[in-house]
């Protein structure tokens, strides 16, 4: 049939194909920030940009900038100035991750990786660093191969384990809140680990699992979950989701009134998330990676704060600010320790290291164990703060902070072999 | 168990009429301007956002009214300066369009607002259930549901009773006719553009009373809105509305008996209509060749 001009339509087929690229959408454009100069240690980082993880990715990215403008202001490293590269790696395409990863490494030629908030991209990129030889921080990705049974000897991680966070929580909410638990779980890889590790420790502990609901990444609704929670009567139910997912679940929880009839608790929780949540969806007892607000004062954190609020708009640091700001100076001092910027002597240097208090900025002991290369970072575990009481930036209470070493699995459980090359 | 199905039932009929109201928008534009509107998420989240920074100054209530109209002025200054210049080409020009349209609002958005989430709140009485024992039935949902039932209404009522809508209507059957008889079809055009848009706007803000408000918040509502029309049939915003109920109350059973699948249960629906019944449940044949 011959299309007239105004009834030349899309035909069905059409629709679907273009309906099939709808979930293209979250892939985005190159993004980079180049910075030249001769002689200069560059750090090439592949984070999210754009997308789901754009604002966990750029508040990691102004920690970098801190730290890099820090280092600098005290000669750089080894006398030689940093520059940071910046690619977008997009939230979710590990290939995207990878080509940026090769482009970095193969030819900006970037003496040291960082990367990636997504688990899954940041497993993709230790697979390209690791053949390329090249050290590598993830700063924020938290499944457990990555310093589990994947470990390697360039790749060190910044934040905690999935299994780390199940362990911080899960005795405390058995004590206080009861043993019957049912849990939202985010069906990935995040999700999978992190529900494991909480099964196992309330099994231990001699409790139940009256449910898990496996939720798809980026789900909107909540609802057909909650009912069957509610429906299942336990004395906790345990909130694995994160980011957006985790506003838009406890948002509806609230308005349902679940809170009210059931305990609310998760592991991991971030500023972020709060941040974009209502007052009134701020229930539960969670724990943070890091806090900003602290009951012992710490050396650095006022001047850390009111630096990041500089480039922040005003905002305060989260955890993952903390990370971008910690993964940069861990690179930094282990190259200094090391005399050296070649990746295995800097990876030597790095194993066992530990944070001097301007960096760690919380208590305990906080250093890069050298079985697994691991952070021992610790747990800020407490409650969220609807209201701030009467500082509406301090949104969690914190109740203790529980040193990272006492809630990592051994390291024969972690089922990493590290094995340092000659 | 069968409280549990009833429920979930219940529940994905309020789901449901929330899809189709983003639905009947897209099904309107495809309809008489023969664009699948990839941008149509993103004209939700301007909606949604628009609503947020309107509250401050006009509360809840005045940014529900306005945020809608000006997504709706938006959108029809988009359709007169890009979208009339692909109409009558192939359609893979449309699809190109609004899907750079798309990330530009993604990323826009992100620009002025801020990558980080806003929070949204809604006025109190409707954020509590309405008992204790329908819990998931709150305030705020009925309300979701009486607007979205009045949007329909009106648009229907327009469609059958007004000059405009009966020209619509005509269009979408015989667009070539419509403008011999001399109709002028570009106002047409426009009009109907901006009255989709107007309907993602006020979708917007309704889900940012239940959702976090974010650049992406539109993605995960843009594919159900698709397979809504696929499954409800191209060219009737009947089926529209159908097949957006369809797989609300489809993906919230799925949920009692096998959570995890309660996404893709919306896409083997989809198959199985496309097999049975290719032009969908209440599709015209060769509404779309």
Known sequence: MKKSIHSLTPDRRTILKGAAAVGALQIASPFVIPVWAADAVKIGIANPLTGTYAATGKNEQIGMQLAAEQINAKGGILGRKVELLFEDSTSGDAGTAVQKTRKLIERDRVNFLVGNVNSALAQAMAQVSNEKGVLHIVPGGHTDPITGKDCKWNVFRVCNTTRMEANAVSTLLFKTYGKKWHFITPDYAFGHTLYQGCEANLKKLGGTVTGNELTPLGITDFSAYLIKARAANPDVLVVLVQGNDMVNCLKQISQFGIDKQIHIAGTQQELEAVEAMPPEARVGVWMFEWYWKQAASQPGLDQFIAEIRKKSGGKVPTARTWFGYVTIHSYALACAKAKSIEAKTVAKALSDMELPPEVKLQPNKVFFRGGDHQLMLSAFIGQLNSKGDGDPENLFKVNSVVAGESIAPSIADTGCKMQMPA | ?289
């Open chain 2, 1 to 289: 168990m069968i409280d549990l199905l009833l429920f979930n039932a219940t529940n994905g009929l309020i789901i449901g009429a929330f899809y189709a109201l983003m639905a009947i928008g897209l099904s309107l534009i495809l309809n008489l301007s023969n664009v699948i509107n990839f941008a149509h998420g993103g004209f939700l989240v301007i909606g949604a956002y628009l609503s947020y920074s309107l509250t401050p100054y006009l509360g809840f209530w005045g940014a529900l009214i306005v945020a809608p109209f000006l997504t709706a002025a938006i959108g029809f200054l988009v359709e007169r300066l890009l979208i009339r210049r692909v109409y009558g080409r192939d359609p893979l020009y449309s699809l190109l369009l609004t899907f750079g349209l798309a990330f530009i609002i993604e990323d826009g958005t992100r620009q002025i607002w801020g990558a980080l989430g806003k929070p949204t709140s809604i006025p109190a009485f409707l954020s509590k259930p309405l008992s204790y024992q329908f819990f998931f039935i709150t305030g705020y949902r009925l309300f979701m549901v009486a607007i979205v039932v009045l949007a329909i209404a009106v648009l229907f009522v327009l469609l059958r009773y007004t000059r405009a809508g009966i020209r619509v209507r005509a269009g979408t059957l015989d667009l070539e006719t419509v403008a011999a008889l001399g109709i002028n079809i570009r106002t047409l055009r426009s009009l109907n553009f901006a009255i989709g848009i107007f309907l993602a706007g006020l979708a917007g803000v309704l889900a940012s009373g239940q959702l976090g408000l974010e650049p992406t918040m539109g993605d995960g509502l843009l594919m159900p809105s698709f397979i809504a029309i696929i499954v409800g049939g191209v060219g009737s915003l009947n089926g529209t509305l159908l097949g957006g109920l369809m797989i609300g109350v489809a993906a919230g059973l799925t949920a009692v008996v096998f959570p995890s699948a309660s996404d893709a249960i919306m896409y083997v629906i989809m198959a199985i209509v496309l097999l049975v019944r290719p032009r969908g449940l209440l599709g015209e044949e060769g509404m779309l060749t």
